[in-house]
């Protein structure tokens, strides 16, 4: 039926070494990035270098809005909306900004609220690594269409 | 939307004369007179173009030995900030110090304008206008306006001050304000300072009147007044502070007494934030959050918390972060907000992660908790419970897929502290060994679809879990709960979130995802459907299944259009074909504010109630100048309206005027700290608000109010 | 300013052709006039000495012709235009035609000036085509001069 395995070089070809910036280098996005790039065989520089690729991570920002009520009108279900803002520096061009926002469904219960916060920061992680995959493949996205 | 006639505002555009070197002072006229090479005269069409700015006039006179500029004659100055038509100029060459006479100006930039007796500038001072009219509106128009002896706009601190402040709606001076600041730009101020009023049958007419202090370069106080007809004056405060390292900020609302309160106590909100480095690896941060009673927010209202809270973090946080090690200190408690049993907090949580690659695909990770739990009350357990697991993780990745295979041990210490008769044991030690392997491969073909040709993509998932047994139900519930069960929840390989319940497994999850691609990489179509196969029932007796499959997760993402988007995710329960949750969204976007949104949501059982709730939103431009905003959501299940809302919104050039009526739910506590479900609130909503002064973001756009529309948000330690 | 004009007048050029009667003489090509202070550089100069000694009329053309002097208070003005006429009695010079004069720390340039050395008055006048208008450029006066410009 046509399929065949994805030939595109998932970044390791075309680009080995890339510095990630942010305001705070400890932040959990910006650490998230750095593993999966490390996943992917790129060397994370620890600072810009003008031949290689430098991305600015924003501090990354978390909303909650309300999807559903129970009768008495409190809060059953939260949409989180976690938005991520980054600009890619390829070497000779100048910034790109990017950003994109992922959303996840995530539940409340009153009496159980110890939980729910620990489940909030496990969605938090997952949502860092889906940003941290995405970025990935955006960075990818732009080395290819380069010549 | 913004109405076709508004004239932009002027952006700053020097003439391309390019002075050949800073102080250089270079002049055009059709006729020139010097005199001992000291006093210039120029005559006809003038033109003078120094660093100050740009100066036409008639006639202009510059002496060098004392460094003065005067010229008059329909004078017309520009500069990056403002534009001025005036009688009569001087200008100080050496200090740069400029004062016109007579003037009519421009801001640029901003729509700002007006006339003014006289305006000095200078580098340093900024902007000085003395008995000024200020407004944002056009020419002949002029809705609104400022009138003041005195307008000072100081360049680096956005702030214009105003003294002697005659306020005119339509030429009617409406109030008078001695000291009155006002920002010219956003960066630094969130708030509004312009007065907000609103009215609803919670609080009556209500009228807040900030006033910002700026203290230092990095202190800041807001202190806002709010008189409210039904219930008194509350007086909100907000405090920040930013150093070099440490930032932070203090918000404390209070009102001493709440005519409508039924218990006659002051009723308060306090927030205290704080984030800081304390070196390059030791970082700090708190939220900590708390109010009087469990009806301030829904009576009061809160920029922070909306009143279908449940509860609010208080918490403290140590962290240490470098490359191999992480430790974490942490005092997590809540302030919970109505009546709940017992609410257990960890007091302290002590994390250590460690993690270290043994060679090139071998990694060893090794996580441990000691935390503290208990709930302020004597007859419910308390424990101090140690955890470790150490991991072995051969992660392989490749362009087409991914082959991950884990091995923990997880060894868990629990010292209970029971009330007696309860059926838990003091100490308990629990030993597990899990083992993990997920694979993904991702196949991509190019295929020719809505007449376009898209990238295809199949990436089938798979993952086997098989963790031990071991019975615990010596085990008190501290911060366990079950999780939910959507597309990405299959592949988590935890059924709980905690540690105090680990569940014995044995499964196998399956799923595929499939996308549509366009040449620029969009994401066009995405659905992914997923499934968990349990070769064997779980032992904890209390969560056994009655089906060896979990519910079919479904997602389905599709952008029908440039301007139709359908949104669904769907579990089905295999067993007997029941719907355990289903949610499906309609958008019809044609612009940021023209758009109409369907929502249907279902959850069979969610804390023993089932949600089955259709919900409208659109927003609609019903002129150049009206705009409709409406929100309406209905509970199938209860078979009624739990919040219709509908607000309009006029705007012309310089004002927009907000109104918008609200019915809702009102979860209000009764005495008993119970909800009544039948009780409904209407709040009706009159907001006026000055465009083109002040930060837009602070006015919330219609689209926000109502519950459901308004995103609140978290406080994230990055 | 005024003792430039006890001083002897050397005239360099290619070709000189006097008339003795009107004394009138004109030097052509590459022509160099100095005298004390005075110096005039141009493609043709006439020095007209009809009325006499302390009288005489230059009349320098080029494109430019260049006229430099220093005057009283040491500072050096220096000008330049198509067509420049110095009269040694009442000490002005008029400048025609892409007229450039540079003293100090300022330069002005027109179509026309007119330079009054003895009341160091300039005055100059645009034309009426395209812009047209006189340019006049203040530099910021630098603390101490080191040299004097040539």
Known sequence: CGFHLRGTGLLGDKVTKVHVASDNQHAPLPRALKTSLKGYKVQVLSSPQEEDIT?????????????????????????????????????????????????REYQDDPNAVLAKSRELNLILDELRRQAADRIIRQLSQLTEQQP | AQQAECPAPLMPQLPQTELTNPGDIHVKAARTQIQQDTLAQFSGNVEIISEQGHIQAQRAQI??????????????????????????????????????????????????????????VDNQEGLALKDVSFTTCPEGSEDWQIRASSLELTPEDNWGTARNTRFYLGGVPVFYLPYFKFPVTDERQTGLLFPKMSASDKVGVSYEQPFYWNIAPNYDATISPRLMTDRGLQLKTEFRYLTESQRGQVDLEYLGSDRRHDVDESRYFYR?????????????????NGLSDDNYIVDLGNDYFNRGDTHMYQTLSVDYYSEPLDFSAEIRDFEIIGDHPSAYRAVP??????????????????????AHFEDGRDDTPSATRFHMMPTLSLPLQNAWGELLTEASVLQTWYKQDLPDGSGLQEDVSRTLGQGRIYGAINFERETELFGSDMTQTLEPKFQYLYTSYESQDGIGLYDTNRLLNDYTGLFRGQEFVGLDRISDSNHLTVGVTTRLLDKNHQERFKLSLGQIFYFNNTKLEEYSRDDDRSALAAELDWRLSSKWVARSALQLSSSNQKVERSNLTLDYQMSADKLVQISHRYVRDISGEEINQLGVTASWPLSQNWHWVGRWYKDMHGKRTIESFTGLQYESCCWAVQFGSMRYLSNRFDAAGGQSTEEFDTTVLLEFVFKGVGSKKSSRTLLDEGLFGYRQPYFLNN | INQDFNEPIRVASKFQSGDGINKVSIFREDVKITQGSLSIEASEVEVNAEQGKGREIFIARGNPAEYQQTMADGSRIRALANHIEYQVEKRTLTLSGNAELHQNSSSVSGDKIEFNMEKEQLVAQGSDDGDGRVETIFQPEPKKKPVQEK
Do not use: C
Request: net charge negative; hydrophobic share 35%; proline share 2%.
């Open chain 1, 55 to 103: 991305l600015y991570l924003y501090p990354e920002k978390l909303e909650r809005s309300l999807l559903s009520l129970f009768s008495t009108g409190q809060v059953a279900e939260y949409e989180l909306n976690y938005h991520v803002r980054f600009e890619v520096m390829l070497p000779g061009q100048d910034a790109q900004l990017l950003e994109f926002t992922l959303n």
């Open chain 2, 63 to 120: 002496n060098k030995t004392d460094k003065t500029l005067h010229a008059d004659g329909n004078i017309r100055f520009l500069d990056q900030q403002i534009q001025v038509n005036s009688e009569k100029i001087d200008l100080n060459l050496a200090s740069g110090q400029l004062r016109l006479d007579s003037t009519e100006y421009q801001m640029l930039g901003f729509a700002g304008r007006g006339r003014a007796d006289s305006i000095e």
């Open chain 2, 272 to 288: 205290f934030l704080h984030q800081g480095k304390l070196s390059d690896n030791w970082q700090i941060s708190a939220e900590i």
């Open chain 2, 349 to 370: 949580e002590l994390k250590l992660n460690y993690r270290q690659p043994l060679s090139e695909h071998l990694n060893f990770r090794f996580r441990s908790e000691l």
